[in-house]
């Protein structure tokens, strides 16, 4: 009973280290943030894409669309199953059921889509495209984010008078970059004549906060993966 138990652990995957040290991968996250970020707008048009075709189905042309929308979610879920296993080493094996063989015609057309609607998978994959577009989109956006919004505070600074000349009207945190200290009537005068380094200390704050967050914010985001796209033990003891 134990190695039965343990040969089903096995198929659900295993959660591994991240591989890589962790430099690379905080030198890298503001890429894989960007990433996730897209995967996470692309499910958005996937969940309106999904839902009009199973609507449409009762009318007809929602049986011949359904295998091809189907198909564009899986191949975004696998390509969500790849990153966390080549990025953080979570294996997320994949959990639809065999494909069966079909009959010609509309009677196999109906087959489909019945092997289709019957699969959990088809339904933990929507689920997930739909919850990612919100989850997905903050952990990409933050991993990607941080440091490259540190960097930019540095930037200001190290361009403040060109800035000041060209009326640049923005903010960095709470620093007005066109008026400076002016807006703020607590800020003592030390402080307001050495105004143009407070975007660089906030970048360099902001960039060590990223650059210890984000690699664990795309782990995160890789076990929220795995929480809805693995197999359940019902799907591995199905496919035996």
């Not at 199953?81 to 196999?108: C, D, H, N, S, T």
Request: glycine fraction near 10%; charge should be positive; proline fraction near 6%.
């Amino acid at each position: 009973m134990t190695s039965r138990t343990d040969a089903v652990e096995a198929e659900l995957g295993v959660v591994g280290r991240p591989p890589g040290s962790r430099l690379r991968r905080a030198l890298l996250a503001p890429f894989r943030g960007v990433v996730i970020a897209t995967v996470a707008g692309l499910n958005i048009g996937l969940v309106v894409l999904q839902t009009d075709v199973i609507g449409f189905i009762s009318l007809g042309v929602g049986l011949l669309l359904l295998p091809i929308s189907t198909a564009v979610c899986r191949a975004v879920a696998n390509f969500a199953r790849m990153l966390a296993q080549r990025w953080e080493g979570v294996e997320i094996p994949r959990p639809y059921r065999p494909k069966p063989k079909f009959q010609g015609g509309w009677m196999g057309v109906a087959e489909r889509v019945r092997w289709i609607l019957t699969d959990p998978a088809t339904w933990r994959d929507f689920v997930w495209s739909l919850l990612d577009t919100f989850i997905g989109l903050a952990l990409g956006v933050l991993a990607a984010g941080l440091m490259l919004y540190g960097v930019y505070g540095i930037v200001i600074s190290c361009s403040w008078n060109t800035l000041i000349h060209s009326s640049f009207n923005d903010w960095y945190t709470f620093v007005h970059i066109e008026h400076g200290a002016r807006v703020w009537h607590w800020v003592p005068p030390f402080v307001g004549a050495h105004w143009r380094w407070v975007p660089a200390a906030m970048g360099v704050f902001i960039f060590i906060l990223g650059f210890f967050a984000a690699p664990g914010l795309l782990r995160l985001h890789a076990r929220w993966t795995r929480v809805l796209l693995k197999p359940t033990r019902a799907a591995v003891l199905a496919q035996r």
